[in-house]
């Protein structure tokens, strides 16, 4: 019904930058938010930001500051610019995209990974 499909993951060293793309197809036919989770080698999914359609947003305390999340309802599109990336921000990032009615369903990219090293 709806797929996603994230880039822009990658190899960067400590203090860099990545940005981070989703975008989705398919039909929509309720209001949605969009969002970044991410999952490293043994923790658990957590959220990273998520972004509604009217332009609020909500992040994780670690990444406050850091990381902005914006999107394009147009193009169905959700971004996450990561800036001042840290060893800690090593994980697989996922696209989300939850239809809130008339029954809440998720939505899940397969994942991109994001590696930072020196």
């Known amino acids: 019904q709806v797929q996603l499909a994230e880039s822009g993951g990658g190899l960067v060293q400590p203090g860099g930058s990545l940005r981070l793309s989703c975008g989705a197809s398919?039909?929509?036919?309720?209001?949605?938010?969009m969002g970044w989770y991410r999952q490293a080698p043994g923790k658990e999914r957590e959220l990273v930001a998520v972004?509604?359609?009217?332009?609020?947003?909500n992040y994780a305390d670690s990444v406050k500051g850091r990381f902005t999340i914006s999107r394009d309802n147009a193009e169905k599109s959700v971004y996450l610019q990561m800036n001042s990336l840290a060893p800690e921000d090593t994980a697989v990032y996922y696209c989300?995209?939850?239809?809130?009615?008339?029954?809440?369903?998720?939505?899940w990219g397969k994942g991109t990974l994001v590696t930072v090293s020196s």
């Open positions: 989300n995209l939850r239809v809130n009615g008339p029954y809440i369903t998720n939505y």
């Open positions: 972004i509604t359609s009217g332009g609020n947003t």
């Open positions: 398919g039909t929509i036919r309720s209001l949605y938010v």
